[in-house]
């Protein structure tokens, strides 16, 4: 055998053993859920947040476990969680070198102080809403290495690697620092391989080398369900703002458009006295408060937010406020859904109904069908072809009676709305918003019209957009899985 063919003879090993990669024969645009599953991984398992964002500070880990290598554990594990709460969309996360430097004036050496007995303190600081802790349980690899062959110059080995890697994460209350939950979390990952070798040298948290790894992939594991614990207990803890200031009618949060607040957000103001603390342990205990009143964000900036007083005085700069969907505050706008009588039925569509009426689906499609061949402008008709389209599953068929439809009935809220749906079920996205933004435009409080644009311009790709929509229909009494209310 020559050398040629040989190096081919062992190519060809490399290629069964370490696998090929497959291609999608499959066509179109993936769709929404498919992108938010491909960017969020296990956290697309989550419902999305339309909630403002809560602040949050992620602490570096402990090492508890065996590992003694160069890799930081500490500081790897804490940015990699910090990166996947990020992905969460879910919080703010405090910059890892602010943290630092809070920590270094605060220097805990000097005083014998843990930093997480001092969280209340450091909270304050960072003016967060929880603080979280993580410790490195078990963070572990074993590889085994079989014996491989070599011919002039060209070896191979085969080799099977196993990774564990466990931590635990508490959260902590910024305000107490009590701890309000905790978890421990374990991934997993296995590796068959020609000639796994490599070196922790070669690869460093955060790097595609590491990611590729049976370590790197059981730590992104573990990772990503630490996240979901987090974004699930943190559901349980309500968000809050304060207020920077008051001036001439207007109240000053400290929240704007990177916390995820909206124009016509509205929250609720509690005026709080001085924290308690526990004589016997000196822990906060917390601080009474009061509920003064209600205000409505009309104007955002980046960092923070102008609101106008809905009902109450007294309102101060420190004053706690809480989102609550503006549908749950006295003095909120009304809901008002505009109506159109619908279109009165032609003969032909008189008949259609009969033939629907004894199942005869297709003798009605038949009839609507010569209803608009004799008069394009029968709105009726356009409406049955719709429906019976849609029921056919034939989904072009019925976006293009939509989308004839809408042009008919442009002030009909209820035809814009069945022409939105077929559009969006044929993959016509930006027909459906479309017709959507007529109505809309009519009439800015239709809340299912807002729902249906909603989930429309995430197809399309526009997140801000649809966020908008969703958190304006949330405030007008929407009630999707998770409203973020909490």
Known sequence: MNHLSLASTLLAVVVLVSGCATSDSGTGAPSAQQRRVARLGILSQLPPYYGPKKLVAVMDFQNKSNYKGKLELGTGMADSLTDAIVRSERFIVVERQQIRDVLKEQDFAKTGRTVEASAPKIGRVLNTQAMIFGSVVDFSETQQQNQGFGYQG????????????????????????????????????????????????????????????????????????????????????????????????????????????????????????????????????????KEIGAVEVTELQPKFSIAKVIRGTGFARKDAVRFVPAAQVKGAAPVTTQTVPPPPDTPRVTKARELLSRNDRGGALREVDNALKENPNDAAAAVLKVQLESARKNFRAAAAAGAHLASLRPDDPAALLLAARAQSDAGDFGGAVAALNGLLTKDPNHVEALVLRSQALAETGDGKGSYRDMRRAINLGYQPSTAGGK
């Open 154 to 289: 060209i070896s191979l080995s085969f080799a099977h690697a196993e990774a564990k890697v466990t931590i635990a994460i508490r959260l902590v209350d910024s305000a107490t620092g009590q701890v309000l939950d905790s978890e421990q979390v374990q991934g997993k990952a296995e590796k068959n391989a020609v000639g796994i070798a490599y070196t922790e040298k070669d690869f460093n948290f955060g790097t595609s080398a590491f990611a590729k790894t049976p370590l790197g992939q059981a730590t992104q594991e573990a990772i990503d369900k630490a996240v979901v614990f987090i974004c699930r207990r943190m559901e349980k803890v309500v968000w809050e703002g304060r207020v920077i200031e008051t001036k001439g009618g207007d109240i000053y949060i400290n929240a704007g458009e990177e916390k995820g607040i909206a124009a016509g957000d509205c929250f609720v103001v509690f005026h709080e006295d001085e924290g308690m603390i526990d004589p016997s342990t000196g822990l906060q205990l917390g601080a009474p408060r």
